[in-house]
C-alpha cells in the first residue's frame, strides 16, 4: 500500500523557522498534486500549501509570503518551509497525495500528521 510520512514538526518561538517533508512510498505510477493541510486544537482542518503536477502553487492567505512549499519529484518528497511562524500557526500539519497507484484510480493518501507548536 502507499504510505505517506511526514517529518520535521516541533516546537519553535514565534519569528523562528521550521521545515517539514513528506515522503510517498509504495507503488507510485503518477502523483497529480501534493500539499500541506493544518489543523489547530478545536479547529477545522484547512489547505495550507498545494502543489500541482505542472508546478502551480497554492497558498492560504496567511502563509504566504511566509511558507513555501516544493518537492523533488526523484523522490517522491514535497516540502513545506515556514518562515516567521507566529502562534497561529500552531497545529498538527497534514501531508496528502493525490496518485495514481499500479492498476488504480487517482485518490487521496493521507500522512499521519506532525504536531508544530509556536511559542509566544
Known amino acids: 500500500q502507499v504510505q505517506l510520512v511526514e517529518s520535521g514538526g516541533g516546537w519553535v518561538q514565534a519569528g523562528g523557522s521550521l521545515s517539514l517533508s513528506c515522503t510517498a512510498s509504495?507503488?507510485?505510477?503518477?502523483?497529480?498534486?501534493m500539499a500541506w493541510y493544518r489543523q489547530g486544537t478545536g479547529k477545522q482542518r484547512e489547505l495550507v500549501a498545494l502543489?500541482?503536477?505542472?508546478?502551480?502553487?497554492n497558498y492560504e492567505d496567511s502563509v504566504k509570503g511566509r511558507f513555501t512549499i516544493s518537492r523533488d519529484s526523484a523522490k517522491n518528497t514535497v516540502y513545506l518551509q515556514m518562515n516567521s511562524l507566529k502562534p497561529e500557526d500552531t497545529a498538527v500539519y497534514y501531508c496528502?497525495?493525490?496518485?495514481?497507484?499500479?492498476?488504480?484510480?487517482?485518490?487521496?493518501?493521507w500522512g499521519q500528521g506532525t504536531q508544530v507548536t509556536v511559542s509566544s
Open positions: 496528502k497525495a493525490n496518485l495514481k497507484s499500479y492498476g488504480r484510480a487517482y485518490r487521496d493518501y
Open positions: 509504495g507503488i507510485i505510477f503518477s502523483i497529480n498534486s
Open positions: 502543489l500541482t503536477s505542472d508546478g502551480s502553487t
